[in-house]
């Protein structure tokens, strides 16, 4: 059933109101590197499916083009949820900055809706991945301050990542944006960050395409009249996490929009939570101390 693309981004979206009152649509479009950018699809996600969250990186290579291609589309920047990440190449006080406002330059814009930073580990010789940490949070808190951030985060934090920052700066991420699907659901850490009013944000909601042939997955596809990936997004946003899946094909993108027009029964969510293995699909970050 393909919905018509009239007003979907305000009827379709609900949106997560973060700790500061700013609300970002529970569904978004990924990016990434290695292929994970497509100007055609962003422009179709745009244009066509009402799409209004994007999810990119300094780390995937596409800012210019992605900044192009939202310009293209037509849709006013106050329209559009745009989510941007600091590489951790780029850790510490100054380069973080310096990072974020090099960032926006490339993409044309003067903010992001949510800058995060995109790794827990540190690499600067001398200093421990905790003093890294806060200082490079330190800068984003300053950038926040200042309006080129109107949301600020991190991505891959575990509990203890989280803890320290909450002992170390005064203001808390409004956003954890970690790998969450089927077979990866952390669920004490998505416990925690609501306890402490932080957004969980979700990526590699079809676990890079592994949880598509499971047979759980297909039988509920089937009862639906849904594809797996829909089942495995609308899992994720029925759950309350804000999903971000990537595409570059026009027709995933379209498919992927739809899942707002149906509802999981209790028992199939409860069927689907029971498939967590533990597995990571993307990066691991329990080893970051």
Not at 1 to 19: D, H
Not at 231 to 245: E, K
Request: contains cysteine; proline residues 4%.
């Amino acid at each position: 059933v393909i919905v018509s693309s009239q007003n979907m981004a305000s009827s379709v979206f609900p949106k997560v109101t973060l700790s500061n009152g700013l609300q970002i649509p529970i569904l978004g479009l990924g990016t990434s590197h290695r292929g994970g950018y497509s100007h055609e699809a962003i422009l179709h996600a745009l244009k066509k499916c009402g799409v209004r969250h994007i999810d990119t990186a300094k780390r995937y290579g596409c800012e210019e083009q992605l900044g192009t291609a939202m310009r293209k589309s037509g849709v006013p920047r106050s329209d559009l949820w745009l989510t941007n990440k600091l590489w951790h190449g780029d850790y510490g006080y100054k380069a973080a900055k310096q990072s974020c406002l090099d960032s926006c330059s490339r993409m044309g814009v003067d903010y992001f809706d949510l800058y995060l930073m995109h790794w827990p580990e540190g690499q600067q010789n001398g200093l421990s991945n905790r003093e890294v940490r806060a200082e490079t949070w330190r800068a984003l808190q300053e950038l926040y301050d200042q309006g080129v951030c109107r949301a600020i985060g991190v991505s891959n934090f575990l509990v203890p990542h989280l803890e320290q920052l909450k002992e170390d700066c005064s203001v808390l991420p409004h956003v954890n944006q970690v790998e969450y699907h089927v077979y990866q659901q952390p669920r004490q850490l998505v416990e925690y960050c609501r306890e402490e009013g932080i957004v969980f944000q979700g990526y590699c909601p079809l676990a890079k395409g592994q949880a598509l042939g499971d047979p759980t997955v297909l039988k509920l596809a089937e009862k639906y009249g849904r594809t797996p990936a829909q089942i495995c997004i609308r899992w994720s946003i029925q759950n309350g996490v804000v999903t971000i899946p990537k595409s570059t094909k026009k027709e995933r993108i379209e498919e992927n929009c739809q899942v707002m027009c149906f509802q999981m029964d209790e028992e199939d969510m409860a069927a689907l939570g029971k498939l967590h293995d533990g597995r990571h699909v993307s990066w691991d970050p329990t080893h970051v101390k």
